[in-house]
């Protein structure tokens, strides 16, 4: 090879190398650029979900405390109870329950799953405690004293319920927010868990759809597995508006249709959360 060729392959060389160089390090930048991006991301959905737990968490906190109040002011022993105030009371803190039940379905969009029962846990809680003071305190003239009894026993079950409930609720967020618990370990959790009801009436639905027994549908498999199509959406949609007043645009269905039965309930659950 003569001295003309050297330069040449040389220079080739030398070219090659640059452009290689300069291709990696353009890679290297995009990697970075794409590294930060989803680190910021990851940061924003955290941050997220961090003020949705918390919202829950005082929701929760608020609810226990007035409702308590309330309790505490009907199980005084010797105290004259003033019905009607006590009523405008209670009345009066049926927007702190709804800010509960409006928290928890901000749980459930925002996931992962493993919150979905500690929240769902929190909103029966205060429900019930709302329910049973409301049948303290509005209960007719002449009601028989064993059903006092028993409704007054709830509600001071409810309070240490609802402490115990709060305690759970905290303790799962701390652990997606720390990493321990986050969507690996949301996927081992049972979404029909907090949505037994919903995932029943499915069934049931489902069933009564498509005509078959309601052993025959698989909860594992999606509507169109089960064999549900666009005639038999419209039929399960009017089941469960007429027998359960969950009424909901057919095309909500259609977007659910790549999710198993169980996936399905949890939705309508948060849905039903969503609308109370």
């Not at 190398?17 to 990697?31: C, I, L, P, Q, S």
């Not at 459930?108 to 929190?122: H, N, Q, S």
């Not at 309601?214 to 007429?242: H, I, K, P, Y």
């Amino acid at each position: 090879m003569n001295q003309a060729w050297v330069a040449v392959v040389g220079t080739a060389v030398g070219a090659v190398g640059a452009t290689g160089a300069a291709f990696v390090a353009a890679w290297a930048a995009r990697r970075q650029a794409s590294i930060q991006a989803l680190g910021q991301q990851e940061q924003w959905r955290r941050q997220l979900r961090r003020e949705t737990y918390g919202a829950l968490l005082s929701a929760g906190a608020e609810a226990r405390d007035e409702l308590g109040s309330l309790f505490v002011a009907v199980a005084r022993p010797g105290a004259p109870l003033e019905l009607d105030r006590l009523s405008a009371r209670l009345e009066a803190a049926r927007p702190l329950v709804n800010a509960v039940r409006l928290a928890t379905a901000s749980v459930f969009v925002e996931g992962p799953l493993c919150m979905l029962e500690p929240a769902k846990r929190v909103e029966d809680e205060v429900v019930l405690f709302h329910t049973a003071m409301r049948a303290v305190v509005t209960r007719p003239a002449g009601t028989n004293d064993g059903v006092v009894d028993v409704n007054v026993a709830i509600c001071h079950e409810q309070r240490v319920r609802i402490r115990r409930a709060l305690t759970s609720l905290a303790t799962a967020a701390r652990g997606v927010l720390d990493g321990d618990l986050g969507e690996a370990s949301a996927a081992e959790v049972d979404p029909a868990a907090v949505a037994v009801e919903e995932l029943s009436w499915l069934l049931d639905g489902l069933a009564h759809a498509c005509g078959i027994p309601r052993s025959e549908v698989d909860q594992n498999l999606t509507l169109g597995e089960n064999g549900c199509d666009s005639l038999t959406v419209m039929a399960l949609r009017r089941f469960l508006r007429e027998e359960h007043a969950f009424d909901v645009g057919v095309t909500w269905f259609f977007d659910s249709g790549d999710r198993s039965l169980r996936h399905v309930a949890a939705l309508m659950a948060a849905q039903r959360a969503g609308s109370r």
